[in-house]
């Protein structure tokens, strides 16, 4: 497998600082994009579509090319398990998935097998491995499923529904049956999404759709408790890195504590839940996931901005944010307000990163051979070729020569034969116009607070530091 150009998610998702926050969508692949629509056509149903290893490589790989995403999501559907159980999934024009052999008793329920995911799944799989291949080490991929209760819903109710009333029943009446069904479906989850690691995934999310329709004590019972039974069951490191498990409750705000305690390594949230709020409730924990309310981006391009921007800011600037909508995408999306909000995710880093409290620069500038230079920041030194650990809420950069302003990967103080800059704060990106290094001088500088959400941060020069040049100002 190709080495990753692009790891800033799975940066993200393991709470190290990157340069701005990854950003991928939830649905991101589907009916708003054209070109989905033509391969959708071509393939002339939904379920043809996920079942063809090729057109579901296709549509996976839209977004990514058209947006520049930080991340592929395989393109799949959460009822493929069910399928896969002999339950007849099938979509119907208008109203969405139907099963046709829905689950009501216990005969019907105890003869359920759980799948072979090569065997019985092996399309995704296939699915999984080409789109792998043909990203070429650009961004991670995603894979998931649903949780056992929303799957359970869609079983026993035989399809969509907005009462729940057949589940419920089951719930209330005969909660060790749904049980039974809910520790098989895990089971089978488990074993869906390791195939899904072993066939090429680097992330997971488990999108638990209807949690939220549930009362506390039910919540916990039925919906967290199996897809902590899932999360203890994953394959956690593949291709010698770790691989980072994002759990989804819509309408579950109020869980988000018991959700950090399951051992995920990220929360998504949907729009309802204070993103600000959430992280003081979670520390650091938990990296977290969301949150734009996806009904922003029916609204004209400079509100789709500044309500992106407005979700950054209340993120904050602490390591550990992955931007998303709150849900998927709506059919009726105009993909140009996706691009305004992707590209307004992406400004950030380019106008001194989403991080807006003054920085300070540490300027650097080494001879050639690499000999003689060091970083000094709040008290701490360290000399090219050494191991830096920052502060807390710094991560060191360096200037390459090419120009580009690079990650220190874990701290590596990597020497040069030509000068570079050394930045020791949350963002890669330089300020605008910050002066290249001459040899044998070092400065501090600093980035000016930008007026007002949106405006580029351009460089102060800051009070050289006198005898002891590099302390930081």
């Not at 520049?68 to 069910?82: E, K, Q, R």
């Not at 995603?142 to 209760?149: K, L, Q, R, T």
């Not at 070729?385 to 302003?405: I, L």
Request: hydrophobic share 40%; proline share 8%.
């Amino acid at each position: 497998m190709a080495a990753l150009a692009n790891d800033r998610l799975l940066r993200a998702l393991a709470r190290q600082p990157v340069d701005r926050p990854p950003v991928w969508i939830m649905r991101q692949a589907g009916r708003y994009l054209p070109e989905y629509r033509a391969v959708r056509e071509r393939a002339g149903d939904f379920l043809t579509l996920c079942q063809t290893p090729e057109l579901a490589c296709e549509v996976t790989l839209q977004p990514v090319d058209r947006f520049g995403l930080d991340a592929a999501i395989i393109f799949s559907d959460i009822l493929t398990i069910p399928h896969a159980m002999g339950l007849g999934l099938h979509f119907v024009a208008g109203e969405g998935p139907r099963l046709e052999h829905p689950l009501r008793d216990a005969r019907a329920i105890e003869a359920l097998h759980v799948p072979d995911p090569e065997a019985e799944l092996g399309y995704v799989m296939d699915a999984l491995r080409l789109t792998r291949r043909e990203l070429g080490g650009r961004v991670p991929l995603i894979g998931f499923a649903g949780s056992p209760w929303t799957l359970a819903t869609y079983m026993v109710e035989g399809g969509s529904s907005r009462e729940f009333a057949t589940i419920k029943a089951m719930l209330y009446d005969r909660p060790e049956l749904l049980e039974r069904l809910l520790a098989k479906l895990a089971d089978a989850t488990a074993a869906y999404l390791n195939a899904q690691v072993a066939a090429g995934a680097q992330v997971l999310q488990v999108f638990d759709t209807w949690g939220g329709v549930l009362e506390p004590d039910a919540y916990h019972r039925f919906s967290l408790a199996p897809m902590r039974r899932i999360v203890e069951g994953l394959v956690r490191h593949a291709d010698g890195r770790p691989v980072p498990v994002i759990l989804f409750t819509k309408n579950g705000g109020q869980y988000l504590e018991a959700l950090a305690d399951t051992g995920a390594d990220a929360l998504g949230l949907d729009w309802t839940t204070d993103i600000a709020a959430a992280r003081r409730r979670v520390g650091d924990r938990v990296a977290l996931q969301g949150n734009l309310d996806p009904c922003a981006l029916y609204a004209a391009p400079d509100t789709v901005a500044r309500e992106t921007t407005r979700v950054l800011e209340r993120a904050g600037d602490a390591p550990g944010h992955v931007f998303n909508l709150g849900h998927g995408v709506h059919p009726a999306i105009d993909p140009e307000h996706v691009r305004v909000m992707v590209d307004t995710v992406k400004a950030r880093g380019q106008a001194g990163g989403q991080y807006r409290r003054n920085r300070e620069w540490t300027r650097i500038a080494q001879r050639r051979g690499g000999s003689g230079a060091s970083l000094r920041c709040r008290g701490r030194t360290a000399s090219a070729g050494s191991r830096f650990v920052p502060p807390a809420r710094h991560c060191v950069y360096f200037m390459a020569p090419d120009g580009r302003c690079r990650p220190l990967n874990r701290g590596a103080i990597r020497a040069h034969s030509r000068p570079f800059a050394v930045r020791c704060a949350t963002s890669a990106a330089p300020p605008r116009g910050a002066p290249r290094p001459r040899p044998g001088r070092r400065a501090t500088w600093a980035c000016r607070r930008p007026a007002s959400a949106g405006t580029r941060a351009g460089p102060r020069r800051g009070r050289r530091s006198g005898a002891r040049a590099g302390r930081p100002g």
